[in-house]
């Protein structure tokens, strides 16, 4: 019961681009323009208010999140469940590849 209690507190609190876990962010995630601490973004993906890689397309995160994964030595099933997840985070929700998908 208690790695099921974790693994939910971990879900809740997932970089909304990449979808890390916030707890494992060296800096303790983004920062926001006034310089506090962003709750939804991990400092690779956001500081200073705005993502750094602002034309960064959802097909290159889910690219980006495989290759770590695979550097991590992840199993392939983790790899294309991580990438599969990229979609239904924050920064990725409405964007063309997914209104496509959709039918929208």
Not at 14 to 33: N, Y
Not at 58 to 79: D, F, I, S
Request: hydrophobic residues 30%.
């Amino acid at each position: 019961m208690k790695k099921i209690i974790r693994q939910i507190r971990l879900e809740a609190k997932r970089c909304q681009s990449c979808g890390m876990p916030l707890q494992f962010d060296p800096h303790d995630g983004g920062s926001e323009a006034d310089g506090t601490p962003s709750t939804r973004y991990c400092s690779y993906c956001y500081a200073h208010g705005q993502f750094r890689e602002p034309a960064l397309t959802l097909e290159a995160m889910q690219q980006r999140v495989r290759q770590l994964m695979r550097e991590r030595h992840a199993p392939w099933y983790v790899r294309a469940y991580m990438a599969h997840r990229i979609p239904t985070l924050a920064r990725w929700r409405g964007c063309a590849r997914n209104k496509a998908q959709s039918g929208n």
